[in-house]
């Protein structure tokens, strides 16, 4: 699986049409279409965007979305492309695309999901791509996991072994399956993820709200200053155990702490607003922001991170709102 930073041909996302992530008031609907639509976007400027729209939306989403926005129908339950998609990977010597359809069930079967539609979306984007679909029975999502392109993998125990999505599987387990599947040789676990991400909207620990890997021995971390906060503790505990771990090529990490936003709560709790959940694009970051007196400075992290890339960013408290940000709502096609 290459790095989210190699050259990309397209990035897709998923319209919200039903359920909980478009909302039941007008002012809930509103507020998701025009966030997906500020996305799709920002992302157009550097590379194509492939937008998966349920037919019956089609003329919304035409009229909402930037003209340069290709639109794919297709039915959908929801709208998180990076958990519904595949995982595109590229074979040894670089010629030929595939596309890693994971099992999905929900976010672990969560009582308030449907996937009946999304469970298909994988093998649908695969065929749209013309890559060749790698089957997987993993029950996983694409925010499960972040790589390096050289073999690493980051990834949480209560999203891989959660008794919602693979009861009985251990850690060899998964480490096989995601060998055969993505080339994985590596494997950094932490053991949880952001508090608010175990809520009833939450997705138990997705990886990508935590860290990423900007580039080979580099790790950002969120980094929850406040001590008042639960995920100051979660951030201490994370940075030690990346501090011990080692990548593919046997090297330690240089851990990179991005500050979290300075707001600490909303209506429901603790929030976990977080910058590592942006998306790398050609030539750019599409970051999120919160509004918020810590955005210029995080964002300014991510600048020296992805040197020679323009930051962008999006204000992605529609998404938090909603369970996820924008890496949650979009999935990269690597070019060949």
């Known amino acids: 699986m290459p790095a989210e930073t190699d050259p990309h041909d397209c990035t897709w996302m998923a319209w919200p049409s039903q359920g909980y992530t478009l909302g039941d008031t007008p002012e809930e609907v509103a507020s998701a279409r025009a966030t997906w639509a500020a996305v799709a976007a920002a992302v157009v400027e550097f590379e194509p965007v492939r937008m998966v729209v ?27 492309m990076r958990d519904i998609g595949p995982s595109f990977v590229r074979s040894g010597d670089g010629t030929r695309l595939g596309a890693v359809d994971w099992v999905f069930n929900g976010w672990g079967a969560q009582a308030w999901a449907s996937w009946e539609h999304d469970a298909r979306i994988g093998t649908f984007v ?20 972040h790589v390096d392109g050289l073999g690493t993998v980051l990834l949480t125990e209560t999203v891989q072994l959660d008794p919602g999505r693979n009861p009985g599987l251990t850690r060899a387990d998964v480490e096989a399956e995601l060998a055969r599947t993505i080339g994985a040789t590596a494997f950094v676990w932490l053991p949880r993820g952001l508090t608010r991400d175990y809520d009833e909207f939450g997705t138990r620990g997705h990886v990508d709200i935590v860290a990423t890997i900007p580039s080979p021995g580099v790790v950002l ?20 155990l990346l501090e011990d771990a080692r990548d593919a090529r046997g090297q330690r990490f240089e851990v990179v ?26 030539g750019g970051v599409i970051a999120c922001t919160f509004g918020d007196p810590q955005d210029d400075a995080s964002l300014g992290v991510l600048r020296e991170a992805y040197p020679g890339r323009r930051v962008v960013g999006v204000d992605a408290r529609p998404l938090f709102d909603r369970g996820g940000g924008i890496h949650c709502i979009t999935q990269q096609q690597p070019s060949l």
């Open 54 to 80: 349920t037919p019956a939306d089609l003329p919304v989403a035409e009229s909402l979305l930037h003209p340069a926005v290709e639109l794919v129908p297709a039915a959908l339950d929801d709208a998180w």
């Open 126 to 145: 695969a065929e749209m791509a013309g890559a060749r679909r790698i089957g997987s029975d993993l029950v996983t999502e694409g925010g499960g996991i």
């Open 221 to 240: 971390l969120h980094e929850q200053q406040d001590p008042g906060h639960p995920d100051h503790a979660v951030s201490r505990q994370l940075r030690e």
């Open 257 to 282: 702490g991005v500050p979290a936003p300075r707001t600490l709560s909303d209506a429901e709790g603790p929030v976990d607003w977080s910058y590592i959940n942006h998306l790398v694009v050609n």
